[in-house]
């Protein structure tokens, strides 16, 4: 454990891990004021505590609209955008003593905020967090960054017809469990239990997808409904245009959304009060950063509609087959395939790859499975050429099945070596280096910009659908 002890003047020492530090500037990588040996550090204590460290650490869920970074390593997002001005006006207080400080943001597990703000490996939450009864008797916060939060149901165009909130009944609801969405969904089928009528199937998303994750598989016909901030889905439907937003079924309202700090803080809540009076969402500052990420990206396809889903089972043994024999979850597979070529074994790029899996001739010579122009062929290649990924670079590393394959994938995208070098960046940078969502993805995005991280998101989207396909009662 390598440890160096800075003075600051006026305010003794500070103890910091392998860096120098100014008071006008962060050193190039901030995750190593905030962990030792990967490990982060407890800090507690109100605003004035961090005035005397200089540092201030905001938990901040990664997502397409609240933070998340750009090529060439540009943070952005509303949120880091609303809590860098509130960095600078702190700063413009506290320069008349002559000291300035300054804000390192953490990418936080949706499901991870709350316990590492109370753990004190955080400061702020910076989120979209719904003010609960539940969460108030765990933190405190701010006055609302937004007010008269609807939460609306949300399906896909071509969704359920939905009159009323009694026709959830029996159907089934794909959300993150983490939010307050979940709560209201249970208060909702204590009602129906009520009435006598079946509950509503709460189906849990992996806890790296975000609403706006869910609302671009809901685009997609991916799942068929979710839950949403009605401002959050009206905001996304101006990219999103296949979801149908129920404005008729509110499940929640009047709800509040606060940046949410460690209980007894009075002098943190007075700052971050009088900060959200002037700049919360309605306001003119407010309303200009919520349209700038408004931008359009490379959205997932539709791929459980009727012609897609015929597809996939006309190709579902072929995949189960290869998939059993190279040991891989054969609906990641399929996933990749419909990521890939849609599963069209007929589809041949620019540059020559051919049929599902899109392998370039010389690589089907390479690996030895025959004609990759015929279907059997090419997707034992496609499979065989992952798991030779997965061989070659992952199956001694201590990573999950899951990341192993994901990992593949990435490099299948991106090249191993490419990978490799960005898996080594994210373990100096205190990220975990075996972990790719939430972890290495973002080293991705940052230095070789989106394509490989939405690659690679896609192709877990839709094994997710495919998965929740599978378990539909018809379908089995």
């Known amino acids: 454990m390598r440890l160096r002890i800075i003075k600051n003047i006026g305010f003794g020492f500070l103890l910091l891990i ?37 540092i201030v650490r905001i938990l901040i869920p990664y997502n397409k609209t609240l933070y998340f ?35 390192i943001f953490v990418p936080t597990a949706r499901d991870r905020l709350i316990p590492d703000l109370v753990a004190g490996k955080g400061d702020i939450i910076a989120a979209d967090l719904t003010v609960t009864p539940e969460r108030k008797k765990l933190m405190e916060f701010s006055s609302p960054i937004a007010s008269g939060v609807k939460e609306v149901i949300v399906t896909s165009a071509n969704g359920p017809s939905l009159n009323s909130l009694e026709d959830l009944s029996g159907k089934t609801v794909f959300i993150n469990p983490s939010t307050s969405y979940a709560n209201s969904l249970k208060r909702l089928n204590v009602e129906l239990n009520k009435q006598k009528k079946p509950p509503i199937i709460i189906k849990d998303a992996p806890g790296i997808f975000e609403t706006e994750d869910i609302l671009e598989m809901v685009n997609a016909n991916l799942v068929p409904i979710t839950v949403s901030d009605y401002y959050l889905a009206n905001f996304w439907k101006k990219i999103f245009s296949n979801i149908h937003i129920h404005e008729n079924l509110i499940l929640s309202s009047g709800g509040d959304i606060a940046f949410g700090f460690r209980k007894n803080s009075p002098e943190l809540k007075k700052a971050l009060d009088a900060f959200t009076e002037k700049n919360k969402i309605g306001s003119s500052f407010g309303n200009q950063k919520l349209q700038t990420y408004l931008k359009s990206i490379k959205w997932v396809k539709n791929s459980t509609d009727p012609t897609e889903l015929k597809k996939f089972h006309a190709l579902a043994d072929v995949f189960q087959k290869y998939s059993s024999q190279y040991q891989i979850d054969w609906l990641l597979m399929t996933a990749q395939g419909y990521q890939e070529s849609r599963l069209d074994q007929n589809k041949k790029s620019k540059v020559g790859a ?80 075996n972990i790719w969502f939430d972890n290495v993805e973002r080293i991705a995005a940052e230095r070789i910009g989106s394509e490989t991280v939405q690659y690679v998101s896609n192709i877990y989207k839709y094994s997710v659908a495919y998965k929740l396909v599978l378990e539909l009662p018809s379908k089995k």
């Not at 006008?24 to 005397?52: C, F």
């Not at 949120?79 to 700063?91: A, K, S």
Request: glycine share 10%; hydrophobic share 40%.
């Open 354 to 433: 051919i049929g599902v899996m899109q392998i370039m001739p010389a690589t089907g010579k390479e690996l030895k499975v025959g004609d990759i122009g015929q279907v059997n062929n090419n997707i034992n290649g496609g499979i065989k050429y992952i798991r030779y990924l997965i061989d070659q670079y992952y199956s001694k590393e201590p990573m999950t099945d899951l990341n192993k394959v994901l990992f593949a994938f990435a490099a299948y995208n991106a090249g191993p070596a490419s990978i490799q070098q960005l898996r080594v960046e994210a373990g100096k940078r205190g990220l975990n280096p």
């Open 69 to 103: 970074l750009d090529k060439g390593g540009q943070q952005r997002g509303l949120m880091y955008d609303m809590m860098t001005e509130f960095e600078q006006n702190l700063n413009k207080q506290l320069a008349s003593k002559n000291l300035k400080i300054h804000f």
């Open 18 to 54: 392998g860096v120098s530090f100014q008071s006008h500037a962060l050193p190039p990588s901030a995750n190593e004021l905030i962990t030792i040996n990967g490990q982060r550090i407890v800090w507690k204590g109100d605003l004035d505590a961090m005035i005397q460290r200089r």
